[in-house]
């Protein structure tokens, strides 16, 4: 078997000539525009002509890249998990490709004696996988919402590649080990080292606290991360996934994102993780034989300097989608808050959640509105008047990214435009509340159609 690095998660899998593409982003910026490429990866569709299969592990655009999948050949059939959600299908669906649902834990042969098991990392909480809001059609109540997945590839001659994706370990930790038990010796872990959240580069910190808590975030990350590798123990194992530069007005951004760079977690890892488990990292178009345990070439460490030129030059001059549209009215923006209101208190009440901190949208530079998570409603206010809230927490978005998320999931998600960083947050105290933005996913008002 073959690992081929594309970029971030995207890896080709191969075994005796039979290739599956995992995970394809490999063309433009994602999250809107917000998450760029470094170092650049140049898509040749010719290179791809040979691929048998596409696996996605989860709808987040890093993993589930559209703007790739629609250069790639709609004949080459598509593997997902059986989500009980069908929203991930339906995208995939939607673009002209055949999808194949695999139900968890089942172990599937692809061609010849090459086989793939997905499996579910199961138990999404984004209070555990420091995703703000959870992702796109998490369940209420927090039940088994099943949205990312891990996978295992092997084959007959006992070679077993496991792809852990995004899952942090404490989601993926029983699933690991029920993988351990399943598939006693490991070859490959390629294996996440970034958290990939907007703590605390998005949040109203002072310098010192935000280069404070990016090294706690770093530092937390990979040890969670070693915890993998210690379940795992493979021969191998590649650090890979979330490698992400903040493009367009994001750009400042970087420094303060907590995730480390790809060559700083392999630093990491050679001085800390198990010594029985062998790190190793891939140029784009690179692979790792397992016949031989050797690489097809030795890997160059990007140049820093040279990075932040590119940065600078190049991805902080990109427009985000909706920079592209027309600035809409605070009315025009207002008109979307009662039905989202309603969605998102039918939600509320699901879950079971309430807490006396409001959340604050400004909809303007002049007024905002307040949201209560205690079913006592909304109402705009001057932007004057903030100071005399006593507990909220403010979301600045964008006014073109707000209408958008305003009228629902066909134009935009708020998990999305919070992974991408597209939004701003005071806290005021400043405290963590835990579960305050359960179900906001549903604060959207269906209505795509405004009059303005």
């Given at each position: 078997?073959?690992?081929?690095q594309?970029?971030?998660?995207?890896?080709?899998?191969?075994?005796?000539?039979v290739?599956v593409?995992?995970?394809?982003?490999?063309?433009?910026?994602?999250y809107?525009?917000?998450?760029?490429?470094?170092?650049?990866?140049y898509?040749?569709a010719?290179n791809f002509?040979?691929i048998?299969f596409?696996?996605?592990?989860?709808?987040h655009?890093?993993?589930?890249?559209?703007?790739?999948?629609?250069?790639?050949?709609k004949?080459?059939?598509?593997?997902?998990?059986?989500?009980?959600?069908?929203?991930?299908?339906?995208t995939?669906?939607?673009?002209?490709?055949?999808?194949?649902e695999?139900?968890h834990?089942?172990?599937?042969?692809?061609?010849?004696d090459?086989?793939?098991?997905?499996?579910?990392?199961?138990?999404?909480?984004?209070e555990?996988?420091?995703?703000?809001?959870?992702?796109?059609?998490?369940?209420?109540?927090?039940?088994?919402?099943?949205?990312?997945?891990?996978v295992?590839?092997?084959?007959?001659?006992?070679?077993?590649?496991?792809?852990?994706?995004?899952?942090p370990l404490?989601?993926?930790?029983s699933?690991?080990?029920?993988?351990?038990?399943?598939y006693?010796?490991?070859?490959?872990?390629?294996l996440g080292?970034?958290?990939a959240?907007?703590y605390?580069?998005?949040y109203?910190l002072?310098v010192?606290?935000?280069t404070?808590?990016?090294?706690i975030?770093?530092?937390?990350?990979l040890?969670?991360?070693?915890?993998y590798?210690e379940?795992?123990?493979p021969?191998?194992?590649?650090?890979?996934?979330?490698?992400?530069?903040?493009?367009?007005k994001n750009?400042?951004?970087?420094?303060?994102?907590?995730e480390?760079?790809?060559?700083?977690?392999?630093?990491w890892?050679?001085?800390?993780?198990?010594?029985?488990?062998?790190?190793?990292?891939?140029?784009?178009d690179s692979?790792?034989?397992l016949d031989?345990?050797e690489?097809?070439e030795?890997?160059?460490r990007?140049?820093?300097?040279e990075?932040?030129k590119?940065?600078?030059?190049?991805?902080?001059?990109?427009?985000?989608?909706?920079?592209?549209t027309?600035?809409?009215?605070?009315?025009e923006?207002?008109?979307?808050?009662?039905?989202?209101y309603?969605?998102?208190?039918?939600?509320?009440?699901?879950?079971?959640?309430?807490?006396?901190?409001?959340?604050?949208?400004?909809?303007?530079?002049?007024?905002?509105v307040?949201i209560?998570r205690?079913?006592?409603?909304?109402?705009?206010?001057?932007?004057?008047?903030?100071?005399t809230?006593?507990?909220?927490?403010?979301m600045?978005?964008?006014?073109?990214?707000?209408?958008?998320?305003?009228?629902?999931?066909?134009?935009a998600?708020?998990?999305?435009?919070d992974?991408?960083?597209?939004?701003?947050?005071?806290?005021?105290?400043n405290?963590?509340h835990?579960?305050?933005?359960?179900g906001?996913?549903?604060?959207?008002?269906?209505r795509?159609?405004v009059?303005?």
């Open positions: 078997m073959k690992v081929t594309l970029y971030s998660a995207s890896v080709i899998i191969e075994d005796k000539g290739k593409l995992c995970d394809p982003w490999l063309v433009g910026e994602e809107f525009g917000s998450w760029g490429m470094y170092p650049p990866y898509f040749k010719e002509k040979s048998d596409i696996y996605i592990s989860h709808i655009p890093d993993h589930c890249s559209l703007k790739t999948l629609e250069k790639l050949d004949k080459i059939p598509v593997l997902i998990h059986n989500f009980p959600i069908k929203f991930l299908k339906n995939i669906e939607s673009m002209g490709f055949r999808v194949i695999l139900e834990n089942l172990r599937t042969r692809l061609k010849g090459f086989h793939i098991n997905i499996l579910a990392g199961d138990n999404c909480n984004p555990i996988c420091g995703k703000l809001m959870g992702c796109v059609g998490i369940q209420s109540k927090f039940e088994t919402a099943q949205i990312d997945t891990i295992v590839m092997d084959n007959d001659d006992g070679q077993v590649i496991v792809n852990v994706n995004d899952c404490q989601i993926g930790e699933t690991a080990t029920q993988i351990k038990q399943q006693k010796n490991v070859d490959v872990l390629l080292y970034s958290s959240t907007s605390p580069h998005c109203e002072d010192k606290e935000k404070m808590e990016a090294e975030k770093q530092k937390n990350k040890e969670s991360a070693r915890k590798i379940i795992l123990e021969r191998f194992y590649i650090p890979f996934a979330g490698r992400y530069t903040l493009a367009g750009y400042q951004l970087n420094r303060y994102r907590g480390p760079e790809l060559e700083v977690a392999f630093d890892f050679v001085q800390n993780g198990p010594q029985n488990s062998k790190p190793i990292l891939l140029n784009y692979y790792l034989d031989t345990g690489t097809s030795k890997y160059i990007i140049d820093e300097k990075k932040e590119y940065a600078r030059e190049k991805l902080a001059s990109v427009k985000f989608d909706y920079e592209n027309p600035v809409p009215s605070a009315d923006i207002y008109q979307l808050i009662p039905q989202a309603e969605r998102f208190e039918k939600e509320r009440n699901n879950i079971g959640f309430t807490s006396d901190v409001v959340i604050v949208l400004p909809i303007s530079d002049a007024e905002m307040i209560s205690d079913g006592t409603g909304f109402k705009r206010i001057s932007s004057e008047f903030e100071n809230i006593p507990k909220y927490i403010k600045t978005v964008d006014p073109r990214l707000l209408k958008w998320l305003l009228q629902g999931p066909k134009k998600n708020w998990s999305t435009a992974i991408g960083s597209h939004i701003r947050y005071k806290r005021v105290p405290t963590y835990r579960g305050l933005f359960r906001w996913n549903h604060f959207y008002s269906g795509y159609q009059i303005a």
